[in-house]
């Protein structure tokens, strides 16, 4: 749900807040501010990797 979410990057931006809001509508699960973080953390690294990773791909851009 989340990964889908980020995966279109034209749309606005998803915050911790709006994941709260649609895990809870959704599933009816309440959520913390700091699980939602951790999920959308997790989420962009399945999506676009580490942050090592992606500086180890910025020499071959130069």
Same mark, same amino acid.
């Given at each position: ?19 709260? !809001? !649609? ?7 309440? $959520?913390?501010?700091?699980?939602? $973080? ?12 580490? !942050? ?11």
């Amino acid at each position: 749900m989340v990964i889908h979410r980020y995966s279109n990057a034209s749309k606005k931006p998803y915050p911790p807040n709006d994941i709260i !809001d !649609d895990i809870r509508r959704e599933f009816g699960i309440s $959520l913390s501010y700091r699980k939602a $973080l951790a999920v959308k953390r997790h989420s962009m690294k399945l999506l676009f990797g580490s !942050d090592e990773e992606s500086y180890q791909l910025l020499p071959s851009m130069c």
